[in-house]
């Protein structure tokens, strides 16, 4: 749908709004123009496809907005909004914008919006998300940013509502790249963090989640471990319990003790003629097997 109210004036201007200017030259200390998040509270969503989707979630978490002119013809009703709260807009040539992101792929737009914070999930928490049956997708240390935002947007696009990283350092946070790279994923997710996978892993056992592990060989698609018919109730109909899909380190796959922790292991199977998929693109096939079909 297009974003009425954009091109009344020259330069993606809205009718009837006096810009709120920044007095800066190009190449000074612009707010927000240096690489990497301004503050540990910020992120800049690049693209019109984040920025909007934050737009429609969160309006009053973006702090600051910078566009081409071209972009700028898109977004009227959004500079309405940031004028009316007296907050930063302003259209800037492409050689700022991409001083202002960090990035060549800023999509002709940027977005310095406020960071959502990691919380821990406490036992309440995951009771709720078993009694309402809502699938899970847990990381393993993917250290990839891009991996990150990938696997985001695909979690998103199947309807997972929520992501869980663990506090280590070497799995990615939800960082500028990997926002650009889920592309308004991570507006319809929630992240969360964990101090230990395998204890998380075994609170969503004793929960009633089904723990399942993404493992390159030893495991199969479509029955659990030593089990031929799936459980039932006590009216005989057959149940599912929601499942944590486990995605593992892009390099070293899962680790060992979180591998133990899972309830049952799956493998995509493939012509063996390459070891493995790419994070993103396992996650997909194993989400729309696991949760989509579920």
């Known amino acids: 749908m297009r974003m009425r109210g954009a091109s009344d004036l020259p330069g993606g201007k809205p009718a009837g709004v006096t810009p709120v200017r920044v007095e800066t030259a190009v190449g000074a200390e612009l707010a927000g123009s240096r690489s990497g998040p301004a503050r540990h509270d910020e992120l800049k969503l690049c693209g019109l496809a984040a920025v909007r989707a934050r737009f429609a979630r969160d309006p009053a978490s973006i702090k600051r907005l910078f566009f081409d002119k071209e972009t700028g013809q898109r977004v009227g009703i959004i500079c309405k909004v940031l004028a009316k709260e007296k907050k930063i807009y302003r259209q800037v040539e492409p050689d700022e914008l991409e001083k202002i992101s960090g990035s060549i792929h800023h999509g002709g737009i940027v977005a310095v919006v ?84 395998v204890a998380f892993a075994k609170e969503l056992t004793a929960v009633g989640y089904e723990v399942v592990g993404a493992a390159t060989r030893g495991g199969r698609l479509g029955a659990k471990r030593g089990e031929g018919t799936p459980p039932t109730s006590e009216s005989g109909k057959a149940t599912a319990k929601p499942v944590a899909l486990v995605l593992g380190n892009e390099e070293q796959g899962l680790a060992a003790d979180v591998t133990a922790a899972c309830t049952r292991l799956v493998t995509i199977p493939g012509s063996g003629k390459v070891e493995s998929l790419n994070v993103s693109v396992a996650a997909a096939v194993l989400m729309w097997e696991l949760q989509a079909k579920h």
């Open 114 to 197: 406020y960071a959502p914070p990691l919380r821990t999930p406490t036992g309440e928490d995951l009771r709720a998300w078993a009694k309402r049956g809502e699938p899970l997708l847990v990381l393993d240390r993917i250290g990839n940013a891009h991996n990150l935002g990938a696997v985001a947007r695909t979690a998103a696009f199947f309807g997972v509502p929520r992501l869980v990283i663990p506090d280590d350092a070497a799995a990615a946070r939800p960082n500028d790249a990997a926002y650009r790279v889920a592309e308004g994923g991570f507006e319809h997710l929630e992240v969360w963090r964990v101090p230990s996978l």
